[in-house]
């Protein structure tokens, strides 16, 4: 494992390939999903949602997903060609800050329901084999994204910088190279980012995305506080 949570490799018969969530109850109080400094890989679903599947058995109280730092990569199946994210059922809140979304099969994102509220920023979403779709009657709220063409009908997520020129410099997947777009683009963002940098670096703006370019300081480990590995 190269960070302190990894979700690779799982395969759901049906929906949500790494995470299936299901908020079941009638207690009038938001279910909160938190994902933070993941990395999401390799899954696969036979329905919808390799990566994430959200939903919901009463359309009334809300349900919340926030992801932060999050890379979400090479999930799906090539010929199933299924979604990567998707928000099924009504009144579902998804926030999505400083994300990279890359190179999986199906629509990364895919939000169809009438009373979904998505709001995703400083985030790349690029070389999927569909485009995003956010139905025209979901409220979206966006903010500093690269991202690639809304697949039919959907609403756009932001504007499309160009090819984010991912490297794999040292194993480095998805970092960005020195002259990428995405580099810069953003006046604020999360104070590190997946690597453990501080962000900004130090030109003080923000790199969209789950990484941060030249970040400044690599944060102590804060899991074994005695150095014990």
Same mark, same amino acid.
């Given at each position: ?23 079941? +109850?009638?207690?009038?109080?938001? $279910?909160?999903?938190?994902?933070? *400094? @993941?990395?999401? #890989?390799?899954? /696969? =679903? ?76 400083? +985030?790349?979403?690029?070389?999927? $084999?569909?485009?995003?779709?956010? *139905? @025209?009657?979901? #409220?979206?709220? /966006? =903010? ?10 959907g609403q756009s997520l932001g ?70 590995e």
């Amino acid at each position: 494992m190269r960070y302190c949570s990894e979700l690779s490799l799982n395969v759901a018969n049906q929906f949500g390939g790494a995470i299936y969530s299901e908020s079941t +109850s009638t207690v009038n109080q938001t $279910s909160i999903l938190t994902i933070s *400094a @993941t990395d999401i #890989s390799k899954n /696969k =679903a036979t329905l919808a949602g390799s990566a994430i599947y959200q939903t919901a058995t009463h359309l009334v109280i809300p349900n919340s997903i926030k992801m932060t730092n999050v890379l979400v990569r090479d999930n799906g199946d090539d010929v199933v060609q299924e979604s990567t994210i998707e928000l099924h059922k009504n009144n579902i809140f998804l926030s999505i800050d400083s994300a990279t979304i890359a190179a999986n099969f199906g629509n990364p994102l895919f939000v169809d329901n009438l009373k979904a509220n998505v709001t995703i920023k400083n +985030s790349i979403i690029y070389d999927n $084999s569909l485009g995003p779709f956010i *139905a @025209t009657n979901a #409220s979206l709220t /966006k =903010a500093c994204n690269n991202t690639q063409a809304a697949a039919l009908n959907g609403q756009s997520l932001g504007i499309n910088l160009g090819n984010p020129l991912f490297t794999t410099l040292n194993d480095k997947y998805y970092h960005l190279s020195i002259n990428s777009p995405s580099v810069d683009a953003c006046t604020n963002g999360p104070i590190t980012d997946l690597d453990g940098f501080y962000r900004p670096n130090t030109g003080g703006m923000y790199d969209q995305g789950v990484y941060e370019l030249n970040g400044s300081v690599l944060l102590p480990e804060k899991i074994f506080f005695n150095g014990f590995e």
